[in-house]
């Protein structure tokens, strides 16, 4: 059971470049989220869906933008890179929003130069 | 901002239990307490949650305070693999609708002693 998988696992870009971060998950599950974690600090949500073709903004969604075109797929896209996106970037999922536990990938290490 | 705070810190010796505290005074009657813990290097594993009562699994055991402004994690025979950051977190369902998000704080850094 693969769970949450994130492609790639790291990755550098120049400022201005773009990029989509993949997470897909085979739980059937109807909400997926991203976060980001800045060093020594909890994570942070960007975006979150709450089934195929809704998504919205969480608290730091700026310079991001998401789309879910089927239950498993919920690709994160950056326009133009810059270095305050520097994280590591975490794709989650559960199948209700009501205390559910989160199952997490293992993320994705992204470095803006 | 999150709403628990935690001790940023913890010893433990392996193979003795361990008590990660939180306080959640401003607690609503409708929110889960939850626990994460993340390894180094890897993404939030789920531990345990409850609502009102004390819980167990596998992993560990959650007791709440009764008034439900404090709770404690116990790992009962803490292992070199439980070393890691715990995020004590109330699920937020009223942010924005019902969204089902966690909102993370800095959590406590356990570190065990072989």
């Known amino acids: 059971n693969a769970g949450v998988t994130q492609t790639p696992k790291f990755r550098i870009l120049k400022i201005g470049q773009s990029m989509t971060l993949q997470c897909t998950q085979d739980m059937n599950h109807n909400y997926m989220y991203w976060y980001r974690q800045d060093p020594g600090m909890g994570l942070k949500l960007i975006y979150y869906?709450?089934?195929?073709?809704?998504?919205d903004k969480g608290e730091v969604p700026n310079g991001y933008n998401v789309s879910r075109s089927t239950t498993e797929d919920f690709p994160l896209r950056l326009e133009l890179a810059a270095p305050s996106q520097t994280s590591v970037y975490f794709c989650a999922s559960t199948r209700t929003a009501l205390g559910q536990p989160q199952h997490f990938g293992d993320g994705t290490r992204l470095s803006i130069l | 901002d999150a709403k628990t705070t935690q001790p940023n810190s913890m010893e433990s010796n392996e193979e003795e239990p361990v008590h990660l505290p939180c306080n959640h005074s401003?607690?609503?009657?409708?929110?889960?307490i939850h626990w994460y813990r993340q390894l180094p290097s890897q993404g939030p594993e789920y531990v345990i949650h409850?609502?009102?009562s004390n819980v167990n699994n596998r992993m560990a055991s959650l007791a709440i305070a009764e008034d439900r402004k404090s709770s404690t994690l116990i790992l009962h025979r803490a292992t070199l693999r439980d070393a890691a950051v715990y995020y004590c977190i109330l699920m937020d369902r009223n942010y924005g609708g019902s969204q089902g998000n966690l909102i993370f704080g800095k959590g406590t850094k356990l570190s065990v002693k072989p």
């Open positions: 869906s709450v089934g195929a073709g809704i998504t």
């Open positions: 409850g609502l009102t």
């Open positions: 401003t607690i609503s009657g409708t929110d889960y």
